[in-house]
């Protein structure tokens, strides 16, 4: 017997994403007004709208994520679960984030993330 997600979670949505990035913007991270580096927050919903990546891999500028003292925290969600980078400084990688999710919405599963952004990669809980 076949089951549903409906039945077997009991809410169905018709919008099945293949990722999430959840951006913080919050007290501490992109606040240049503070001495924190930068997020490219209009940078990455304009091109998120113009690579139509939305339907894909979904684009959420969040309040505070914690932990403060690392600034510019990403939180990557997939079917694989969830991971965290922060430390984020600059454009580039910023960029290896559009380009893994452009590559996520081209193959239609989760793509491998690049090598580089391994390097920004922290355990978030114990």
């Known amino acids: 017997m076949d089951i549903t997600a409906e039945e077997s ?3 169905a949505t018709k ?4 990722a999430q990035i959840v951006v913080c913007s919050g007290c501490c991270c992109g606040r240049t007004d503070k001495g924190k580096p ?3 927050v209009d940078w990455l919903k304009q091109t ?5 990546l939305q339907k894909h891999v979904q684009l959420t500028i969040s309040g505070c994520l914690g932990p403060c003292d690392i600034v510019n925290v990403v939180s990557m969600i997939t079917g694989e679960g969830q991971r965290w ?3 984020i400084e600059g454009a580039e990688p910023f960029r290896w984030l559009v380009e893994w999710a452009q590559e996520t919405a081209d193959l239609g599963e989760s793509a491998e993330l690049p090598a580089e952004l391994l390097q920004y990669e ?5």
């Open 15 to 18: 919008r099945q994403v293949l």
């Open 48 to 52: 998120w709208k113009e690579r139509r």
């Open 38 to 40: 930068e997020i490219p």
């Open 9 to 11: 979670f009991g809410i």
């Open 122 to 126: 922290f355990q978030r809980f114990v």
């Open 85 to 87: 980078f922060g430390g």
